[in-house]
């Protein structure tokens, strides 16, 4: 199984911080990443695919990049909606494995 | 607008077995792959199984191979999950999701099922 591990695991940040996450695959997964978000109580939503692809009404205040093993997702101002716990997932084969997540909180 | 929704969810006994369903609407359901993902309390997300669009195709995470079977009715544009032999690690929020191409586009609002004496 292709292992995804995210860093930092929790993040403290304030309003209008620029904040990046980072996930590494155990093998290449050339362009098959996505990345979601979860608030509690709630389903994930999707944020982004193909490493940096924007889903449609996702504010362009997030961005994605990387390639093969590393990717990170970026925010560029962080904003009061914001503040979620986001996982990265990978798209290449079977079983789907998701990052164990990262908790953005309020600093 | 696309809309899934789980039910079927409970509390069941170690051993027991439960069936999921979740129903779609706002889409043609047939072009959809559908997936199971499940989060246990407080952890992260686990991807269970996944079923093609056509029903031919099925994969399953180790942990519930044997145990859980994943199908579709087309006609009725709904999923499913057989669980049998459940344990207590098998308790958790369990999502459907699905899209268009491979990645989890839409998701349901979760069931809770919890394996308990």
């Known amino acids: 199984d292709i292992q995804m591990t995210q860093s930092p695991s929790t993040l403290s940040a304030s309003v209008g911080d620029r904040v990046t996450i980072t996930c590494r695959a155990s093998q290449s997964i050339s362009y098959w990443l996505a990345w979601y978000q979860q608030k509690p109580g709630k389903a994930p939503k999707f944020l982004i695919y193909d490493v940096s692809s924007l889903e449609s009404g996702v504010p362009s205040r997030f961005s994605g990049s990387g390639s093969g093993t590393e990717f990170t997702l970026t925010i560029s101002s962080l904003q009061p909606d914001d503040f979620a716990t986001y996982y990265c997932q990978q798209f290449i084969t079977y079983p789907r494995t998701f990052g164990q997540g990262t908790k953005v909180e309020i600093k | 607008e696309v809309q899934l929704l789980e039910s079927g969810g409970g509390l069941v006994h170690p051993g027991g077995s439960l069936r999921l369903s979740c129903a779609a609407s706002g889409f043609t359901f047939s072009t959809y792959a559908m997936n199971w993902v499940r989060q246990a309390p407080g952890k992260g997300l686990e991807w269970v199984s996944v079923?093609?669009?056509?029903?031919?195709?099925?994969y399953y995470t180790d942990s519930v191979k044997g145990r859980f079977t994943i199908s579709r009715d087309n006609s009725k544009n709904t999923l499913y999950l057989q669980m049998n032999s459940l344990r207590a690690e098998d308790t958790a929020v369990y999502y459907c999701a699905g899209g268009p191409v491979a990645y989890f586009q839409h998701w349901g609002q979760g069931t809770l099922v919890t394996v308990s004496s």
């Open positions: 079923i093609s669009g056509s029903g031919g195709s099925t």
